[in-house]
């Protein structure tokens, strides 16, 4: 046995000795203890200050021959960020300063000492003070515009330091020629990486704070960083010239692909900064000479920068900067409280809305039949995308916006409704449809005299993963609920909860057999995807997050059905089950539910070539879903069986079959594989 770099006699026999006296004798050995941390160990630290002077050592015969001796990585690379965690800042300081003088005059591939170099300044001890106190001075300028991304990258992570505070953030916006080539290089090096890194350290630093001041959102464009950025006019300049194509192909300028480039890169980065910088003209001298007339830099990306009806790949990427654009910068909760307080209180919407973009992006979903169809091959989905962002984000808005809903549903109906059976059970679905009806508020969903809901054209045979993950999000409710969540729930969140609790009562009325296709799907494990969707929609329902309905029709949600009604079109004499967990209590369901859940998990074990590989695997991840189902379970079953003594049966059933584990105790079913019935 081999430890901490020396051998230790093979012990032939432990007799009573046990492990902790074994690791003592170990310790002894190694002269460890874990109390003292491993770099201030006599033994580590002799070897640590033996590879730092290896290092060294070869670093200055590299020095001295530059061209001919090569730089050794794989002894480069034994420093890596543990051991640079461990050496004294002094010691650091000594070798970040031998490479910064290596780097100028190394006639090779520089990768191996550029990484050595990220490696020793990663530790958040290492300020970007101590970046400016090298010697010679690091020319970050220089870095940046290096046609080398080694020497960019190493250049970034240095630029990087400064993010971390305002401070720092304002002695680089101190360095106008190095904030310029920070830009030129994000938005026109052809390195991929590169322009990555490039974009979060522009990135932090428009976005830095100082760690003893509150974080700050529209008041980001006070600080020195976002000044030299939207303020100094050529700067500001400079990216409207790098990404427009009235000068592509031009002395100095990018090629046109190169440009769209660059115009993905800017949007990328413009979904991020939501703010009045971006939204509000700046330098009218600059923006006038691009065609921007009433607006700044978020106008000149949207509307004049990209040339749509000519590249349906920066078209692709321009619709999806408007759903990302929808998305505001905190939870869903306060959007949706936001919204319903005023349908249009998002700038990001209202920009969107008053320049045409939002009906013009909606159409290619509403109104496809306007437009060339080789288009719509591409932009169909990111329309859709761009309708759930919408519908999901700002559901008052778009139960306020009635030709929209109405298209919405038209749509819908159209494209779920002429879908056949044997597409279904191919898989052939329409995914971007169902990601619509998904993300609709609930109340779009519900049957309205003039007509049916989509909702209801959805099969529950025969199984189809993307339907039954659909359900699983319509049934469930408002995901912004734990378990017994007592706190005061916004009426939106009441409303969609009430909602979904209607529409799961409604779609069963339409298809009663729901429960027994979704277990028979459960069971065919040769289908995993169904398999899982269809554990997922019972998981959503047991812990479904749904209230009551109104109870007369003067109730505020008078949109909705009350009980009584509900009851009415669903047969029932009775009130319907409060809960997702008593709906699967109660027939139909427990009798299809309750069973398939309590039954041992299905394997593979007697099939040919004993059931190993992916087979197997999947059998265990379906075994170990409905096991997570179980836990869900239980605790669930014994909130309520607490209140009724009837219960009790069933929850000491759930306890004995958690107790056998995942497979339940059986490991050896055989081939009691399920098959699909069509």
Same mark, same amino acid.
């Given at each position: 046995?081999?430890?901490?770099?020396?051998?230790?006699?093979?012990?032939?026999?432990?007799?009573?000795?046990?492990?902790?006296?074994?690791?003592?004798?170990?310790?002894?050995?190694?002269?460890?203890?874990?109390?003292?941390?491993?770099?201030?160990?006599?033994?580590?630290?002799?070897?640590?200050?033996?590879?730092?002077?290896?290092?060294?050592?070869?670093?200055?015969?590299?020095?001295?021959?530059?061209?001919?001796?090569?730089?050794?990585?794989?002894?480069?690379?034994?420093?890596?960020?543990?051991?640079?965690?461990?050496?004294?800042?002094?010691?650091?300081?000594?070798?970040?300063?031998?490479?910064?003088?290596?780097?100028?005059?190394?006639?090779?591939?520089?990768?191996?000492?550029?990484?050595?170099?990220?490696?020793?300044?990663?530790?958040?001890?290492?300020?970007?003070?101590?970046?400016?106190?090298?010697?010679?001075?690091?020319?970050?300028?220089?870095?940046?515009?290096?046609?080398?991304?080694?020497?960019?990258?190493?250049?970034?992570?240095?630029?990087?330091?400064?993010?971390?505070?305002?401070?720092?953030?304002?002695?680089?916006?101190?360095?106008?020629?190095?904030?310029?080539?920070?830009?030129?290089?994000?938005?026109?090096?052809?390195?991929?990486?590169?322009?990555?890194?490039?974009?979060?350290?522009?990135?932090?630093?428009?976005?830095?704070?100082?760690?003893?001041?509150?974080?700050?959102?529209?008041?980001?464009?006070?600080?020195?960083?976002?000044?030299?950025?939207?303020?100094?006019?050529?700067?500001?300049?400079?990216?409207?010239?790098?990404?427009?194509?009235?000068?592509?192909?031009?002395?100095?300028?990018?090629?046109?692909?190169?440009?769209?480039?660059?115009?993905?890169?800017?949007?990328?980065?413009?979904?991020?900064?939501?703010?009045?910088?971006?939204?509000?003209?700046?330098?009218?001298?600059?923006?006038?000479?691009?065609?921007?007339?009433?607006?700044?830099?978020?106008?000149?990306?949207?509307?004049?920068?990209?040339?749509?009806?000519?590249?349906?790949?920066?078209?692709?990427?321009?619709?999806?900067?408007?759903?990302?654009?929808?998305?505001?910068?905190?939870?869903?909760?306060?959007?949706?409280?936001?919204?319903?307080?005023?349908?249009?209180?998002?700038?990001?919407?209202?920009?969107?809305?008053?320049?045409?973009?939002?009906?013009?992006?909606?159409?290619?979903?509403?109104?496809?039949?306007?437009?060339?169809?080789?288009?719509?091959?591409?932009?169909?989905?990111?329309?859709?995308?761009?309708?759930?962002?919408?519908?999901?984000?700002?559901?008052?808005?778009?139960?306020?916006?009635?030709?929209?809903?109405?298209?919405?549903?038209?749509?819908?109906?159209?494209?779920?409704?002429?879908?056949?059976?044997?597409?279904?059970?191919?898989?052939?679905?329409?995914?971007?449809?169902?990601?619509?009806?998904?993300?609709?508020?609930?109340?779009?969903?519900?049957?309205?005299?003039?007509?049916?809901?989509?909702?209801?054209?959805?099969?529950?045979?025969?199984?189809?993963?993307?339907?039954?993950?659909?359900?699983?999000?319509?049934?469930?409710?408002?995901?912004?609920?734990?378990?017994?969540?007592?706190?005061?729930?916004?009426?939106?969140?009441?409303?969609?909860?009430?909602?979904?609790?209607?529409?799961?009562?409604?779609?069963?009325?339409?298809? %009663? $057999?729901?429960? #027994?296709?979704?277990? *028979?799907?459960?069971?065919?494990?040769? &289908?995993?995807?169904?398999? =899982?969707? /269809? !554990?997922?929609?019972?998981?959503?329902?047991?812990?479904?997050?749904?209230?009551?309905?109104?109870?007369?029709?003067?109730?505020?949600?008078?949109?909705? %059905? $009350?009980?009584? #009604?509900?009851?009415? *079109?669903?047969?029932?004499?009775?009130? &319907?089950?409060?809960?997702? =967990?008593? /709906? !699967?209590?109660?027939?139909?369901?427990?009798?299809?539910?309750?069973?398939?859940?309590?039954?041992?998990?299905?394997?593979?074990?007697?099939?040919?070539?004993?059931?190993?590989?992916?087979?197997?695997?999947?059998?265990?991840?379906?075994?170990?879903?409905?096991?997570?189902? =179980?836990?869900?379970?239980?605790?669930?079953?014994?909130?309520?069986?607490?209140?009724?003594?009837?219960?009790?049966?069933?929850?000491?059933?759930?306890?004995?079959?958690?107790?056998?584990?995942?497979?339940?105790?059986?490991?050896?079913?055989?081939?009691?594989?399920?098959?699909?019935?069509?």
């Amino acid at each position: 046995m081999k430890q901490c770099g020396m051998f230790v006699p093979r012990v032939r026999s432990l007799g009573g000795l046990d492990f902790n006296s074994l690791q003592s004798i170990i310790r002894v050995a190694c002269n460890y203890s874990p109390e003292v941390p491993r770099w201030q160990n006599p033994w580590i630290r002799t070897n640590l200050m033996d590879l730092l002077h290896d290092i060294q050592s070869h670093l200055a015969e590299v020095a001295a021959d530059p061209a001919g001796k090569v730089l050794d990585g794989r002894l480069l690379e034994k420093f890596d960020g543990q051991v640079t965690e461990s050496i004294s800042e002094t010691e650091r300081d000594a070798l970040i300063r031998q490479l910064a003088e290596l780097l100028p005059i190394l006639q090779q591939d520089p990768t191996p000492a550029t990484t050595l170099i990220q490696v020793s300044v990663r530790p958040t001890s290492y300020t970007f003070s101590r970046v400016l106190e090298i010697r010679p001075p690091v020319d970050l300028q220089a870095g940046l515009k290096a046609p080398s991304p080694p020497i960019n990258l190493v250049t970034l992570a240095l630029l990087e330091k400064a993010a971390f505070s305002r401070s720092d953030a304002g002695i680089v916006a101190g360095k106008p020629d190095v904030v310029a080539a920070l830009i030129e290089l994000w938005l026109s090096t052809s390195d991929t990486a590169v322009a990555q890194r490039a974009n979060e350290v522009f990135l932090g630093l428009l976005t830095a704070d100082d760690d003893d001041q509150p974080p700050v959102t529209a008041a980001y464009n006070q600080s020195l960083m976002w000044r030299r950025v939207f303020r100094d006019k050529d700067i500001y300049g400079s990216i409207y010239r790098i990404c427009s194509l009235s000068n592509a192909g031009q002395k100095g300028q990018l090629s046109k692909r190169d440009k769209t480039v660059a115009q993905a890169r800017l949007l990328d980065l413009l979904a991020k900064i939501d703010c009045e910088s971006i939204r509000l003209s700046q330098i009218t001298e600059v923006e006038s000479q691009y065609g921007v007339t009433d607006g700044g830099l978020l106008e000149f990306a949207a509307l004049k920068m990209v040339e749509y009806e000519d590249d349906v790949l920066m078209h692709m990427t321009l619709l999806d900067f408007f759903a990302e654009l929808l998305k505001p910068n905190h939870s869903l909760v306060q959007a949706v409280e936001i919204s319903d307080r005023d349908p249009c209180a998002s700038e990001a919407l209202r920009f969107l809305m008053t320049k045409g973009l939002h009906s013009r992006t909606l159409s290619y979903y509403l109104d496809s039949t306007k437009h060339n169809s080789l288009d719509l091959t591409y932009l169909y989905s990111r329309a859709a995308n761009y309708l759930a962002t919408y519908a999901s984000f700002y559901p008052s808005h778009f139960l306020h916006s009635p030709t929209i809903a109405e298209k919405t549903m038209v749509r819908l109906s159209e494209v779920l409704g002429t879908m056949s059976p044997g597409r279904w059970a191919q898989g052939l679905t329409p995914k971007h449809d169902l990601h619509v009806l998904a993300s609709l508020p609930g109340l779009a969903l519900l049957p309205r005299p003039a007509f049916a809901s989509p909702l209801f054209v959805l099969p529950a045979k025969p199984p189809n993963a993307d339907v039954l993950q659909t359900l699983a999000t319509v049934f469930h409710g408002p995901r912004n609920q734990g378990l017994s969540d007592e706190s005061v729930q916004s009426n939106g969140d009441s409303l969609q909860g009430a909602t979904a609790r209607a529409l799961y009562f409604l779609y069963m009325e339409h298809n %009663p $057999t729901l429960w #027994q296709e979704v277990v *028979k799907a459960a069971e065919t494990v040769a &289908l995993k995807e169904a398999a =899982l969707a /269809a !554990i997922a929609l019972m998981k959503a329902v047991i812990t479904a997050n749904w209230d009551p309905l109104p109870t007369d029709v003067d109730d505020d949600r008078s949109e909705l %059905p $009350t009980e009584a #009604q509900l009851a009415e *079109k669903c047969h029932s004499s009775q009130h &319907l089950p409060p809960t997702g =967990l008593l /709906a !699967i209590l109660t027939p139909p369901a427990m009798e299809a539910v309750f069973p398939y859940l309590l039954r041992p998990a299905q394997t593979f074990s007697n099939l040919v070539g004993g059931g190993k590989g992916d087979v197997e695997s999947a059998a265990y991840r379906v075994a170990a879903a409905k096991f997570d189902l =179980l836990i869900s379970l239980k605790p669930r079953l014994q909130e309520v069986a607490q209140e009724t003594s009837q219960l009790e049966d069933v929850v000491a059933v759930v306890n004995r079959r958690l107790a056998l584990g995942v497979l339940g105790g059986n490991s050896d079913v055989g081939g009691n594989v399920g098959t699909l019935e069509l």
